[in-house]
């Protein structure tokens, strides 16, 4: 091969060059061909991405259930010692109340968070 001949010429005089039609339906296969490629690995991504987010949803699931568990216990216990010193229905109530409160609470909270969530539409106004 001399300095004036690359490889790419060496390449195009060994077969005859396609015609314009040809040239076309071997672009549409290609395109065809990386489309089909791209929609297999979405899918693969897609199918990784599920099993991870179903795991991830078992063990929030358990995490809340066992949360769920202290909760109880928590209010068990605060029954029991507040009704050695005030008596069950004073204590019951307190502990319903002060529980009442903090649900009350924490709706608050998420109902400023979800006031915060709002897009501006580009006209202006926020």
């Keep these: 091969m001399d300095e004036n ?7 195009d005089n060994d077969a005859a060059p396609l015609s314009p039609a040809e040239q076309v339906r071997t672009l549409v296969a290609d395109v065809r061909a990386l489309a089909e490629a791209e929609i297999d690995y979405a899918k693969a991504r897609l199918s990784y991405s599920g099993g991870i987010i179903r795991k991830a949803g078992i063990w929030a ?5 066992f949360f769920s568990g202290a909760i ?16 069950p229905w004073l204590a019951t109530a307190i502990v319903v109340v002060g529980f009442a409160l903090a649900a009350w609470g924490a709706g608050q909270i998420a109902r400023r968070t979800a006031h915060n969530l709002k897009f501006s539409e580009g006209d202006g106004d926020v």
Excluded: M, N, V
Aim: aromatic share 10%.
């Design 5 to 11: 001949t690359s490889p790419a010429d060496l390449d």
């Design 72 to 87: 109880i216990a928590l209010i068990l216990g605060l029954l029991l010692i507040l009704s050695q010193y005030l008596g």
């Design 61 to 65: 699931f358990l995490a809340i259930f």
